[in-house]
């Protein structure tokens, strides 16, 4: 279950706490991702592309003022299901563009820039703001990184923590519900401060990895993990290398080339999206250990395989979850081997 105490937040917050709630003052103006955006009210109908985003409001309490959701990894948690049960599913993957204003939001808030954004796959900004629909893109995806280049976008800078605390705060701000962001932001920075210190536990100056999200086709080089991106803040937060060098978020690297790295641990994605055969966290496991080259790689030998959902390897409350289950495995092997 991811980070029960997250999940439960709303829950635990009192009557009290609500009423002591420092309440935002309309209209509200914030600037994002190079667009100012101008709320007279919280937003009562809102539609999400991206689950980091959908998530980040079922987290606080906010399921209620959903109408739509959209472009899904992993399905929901059973902690968000009564609140994601009454939001419509627009597509599992990416909505039209008259899917999403059918819906008549008064806000979109967006996960990544690919999908609204100068070549969104959805449509771009401008055509919603034309519509008087402010778009809200999470700070994680459009700050020091360019969307223009690589398949998902190249880090110009390394991933910062920081933006999705961003996140949240805007999106408690743009709600009226600044408490609860707080809270939630609190609850996240002792979850990631408690996998820090399970992984001090460990030696691992030589230790190195490698993250496969996907592949296009099993037997062609694999979609992995860039080294400015989430994955690699989540390996090197825990102080471990990623034997990848790319400055794109998921660039695509021989297995030849991985294997001569041989990192020490393998952490593959598991996700209920099926766009890819490689989506099928066992297919993947298959693969590993009956390829010639994968096969004997020392991360397949010794098992040092970590299983991840995809949403704990993008900037997302899983994140979060993420780095907690890498500390606790990294924590149970024997790297005598």
């Not at 969104?120 to 401008?126: C, D, M, N, P, Q």
């Not at 296009?216 to 080294?227: K, L, N």
């Not at 066992?282 to 030998?301: C, G, H, I, Q």
């Amino acid at each position: 279950m991811l980070l029960p105490h997250v999940a439960t937040l709303i829950a635990g917050l009192t009557l009290s706490a609500f009423a002591q709630a420092t309440p935002t003052h309309y209209p509200l103006t914030i600037e994002n991702c190079g667009s100012t955006l101008t709320f007279a009210h919280a937003p009562t109908r809102t539609v999400t592309i991206g689950q980091a985003g959908t998530e980040m409001l079922y987290a606080m309490g906010l399921g209620d003022k959903m109408v739509g959701t959209s472009l899904w990894f992993n399905n929901v948690l059973d902690t968000y299901k009564v609140q994601n049960d009454k939001v419509a599913r627009l597509a599992d993957n990416e909505p039209s563009f008259e899917a999403v204003i059918g819906k008549r939001p008064e806000l979109v808030a967006v996960e990544l820039e690919w999908m609204v954004g100068p070549q969104g796959a959805v449509g771009t900004r401008e055509q919603f703001h034309e519509l008087k629909i402010p778009t809200y893109l999470l700070p994680s995806d459009c700050e020091a990184k360019d969307n223009l280049v690589g398949a998902d976008g190249t880090r110009l800078e390394p991933f910062r923590i920081d933006s999705i605390y961003k996140s949240v705060s805007q999106l408690a701000e743009i709600f009226d519900v600044r408490d609860r962001g707080e809270q939630l932001n609190a609850e996240l920075k002792a979850s990631l401060a408690k996998s820090i210190a399970t992984a001090r536990n460990k030696d691992l100056k030589d230790a190195s990895a490698l993250v496969w999200f996907s592949s296009a086709q099993m037997d062609i080089e694999p979609f992995v993990a860039g080294h400015k991106g989430v994955p690699d803040f989540m390996l090197s937060t825990l102080g471990v290398r990623n034997v990848v060098q790319s400055d794109e978020e998921w660039p695509t690297v021989g297995w030849e080339t991985i294997a001569k790295a041989n990192p020490t641990f393998l952490v593959i994605a598991r996700m209920d999206r099926r766009r890819f055969p490689a989506d099928d966290y066992e297919k993947k496991l298959a693969f590993l250990r009956s390829d010639p080259v994968t096969r004997n790689m020392e991360a397949v030998k010794h098992n040092r395989i970590i299983i991840l959902d995809a949403m704990a390897m993008q900037a997302s409350l899983r994140m979060f979850d993420g780095v907690e289950q890498l500390a606790s495995a990294i924590d149970g092997y024997d790297l005598s081997k």
